[in-house]
């Protein structure tokens, strides 16, 4: 009987598989409602992506509000570089990359990543504000390397340049770049296009010669609580996100203000 049995089970299992599949459709297994799923899910999208949109502007606007009654506050005990917090002289390492007048009293630094798009879209309002006051601050630049393993890498090699004096150069290119992504291809690339020798340049990289120094970088942000890029320390005092250029002149003005009484 065991062979019956287990004919009739496989009748009993054909059966009621046959049955299944001819069971109706349930509404969103059916093309149409496939479709509505479908719409459904970009209208939430859509709906996520807006809400996030609006936060970001709103808090961006009260950042900025918050910077303008900081820039009001400001006295000439902002500017006494004789008396730096530790918060201040954990962000101003002076053995980094900078740019401007080192003895100037309005210090700025920037924890940055190169493949991030908004230090990306911030660079050239930064840069243009800093060649236009060069002899009146000292910007520092420090590697936050945050979008994936990628940025680590684009980091050191960044500091190799530097090694040879050509990292702004190279700073400048890498942010100018048309394409979202930085490639080995691309790092190369620039750093010939920065002039730098590149035989020595791809022996320091490949030996990760700062990977180090990067790193340093990375922990000193998280320490001074940086948590996105880009991140600015004006005379210590944090700015989240990118700052605009009226901003950053009402920061100048004031500045010149207080250090000409």
């Not at 190279?170 to 080995?184: A, G, K, V, W, Y």
């Not at 790092?187 to 730098?196: H, K, N």
């Not at 120094?213 to 609580?225: C, I, T």
Request: proline share 4%; hydrophobic share 40%.
């Amino acid at each position: 009987c065991y062979n019956n049995y287990k004919y009739m089970t496989q009748i009993v299992s054909d059966n009621l598989a046959d049955n299944i599949n001819q069971a109706p459709k349930k509404w969103y297994k059916k093309r149409w409602g496939r479709a509505i799923m479908a719409l459904i899910f970009l209208i939430i999208l859509l709906f996520v992506l807006l809400a996030a949109a609006v936060f970001g502007l709103v808090k961006n606007v009260q950042n900025n509000k918050n910077i303008v009654q900081n820039i009001n506050a400001i006295d000439r005990s902002f500017f006494d570089n004789a008396q730096k917090s530790p918060q201040r002289q954990l962000a101003e390492k002076m053995d980094r990359p900078q740019f401007g007048n080192p003895k100037a009293p309005l210090v700025i630094v920037e924890f940055a990543d190169f493949q991030c798009t908004h230090s990306k879209q911030e660079f050239p309002v930064i840069r243009e504000f800093i060649n236009k006051y060069k002899n009146d601050l000292l910007f520092i630049y420090r590697q936050y390397p945050v979008i994936n393993d990628n940025s680590a890498v684009v980091s050191e090699a960044s500091l190799c340049a530097e090694e040879q004096g050509k990292f702004w150069q190279m700073h400048d290119r890498l942010f100018s770049r048309p394409e979202e992504n930085i490639t080995s291809e691309t790092v190369r690339l620039t750093a010939q296009l920065s002039g730098v020798d590149l035989k020595k340049f791809d022996e320091c990289v490949k030996s990760k010669k700062f990977q180090g120094k990067v790193m340093e970088d990375a922990q000193d942000g998280f320490n001074l609580d940086v948590r996105g890029t880009p991140t600015f320390f004006i005379n210590g005092k944090k700015l989240d996100g990118a700052v605009p250029s009226e901003i950053l002149e009402q920061i100048m003005a004031k500045a010149k203000e207080i250090m000409a009484g």
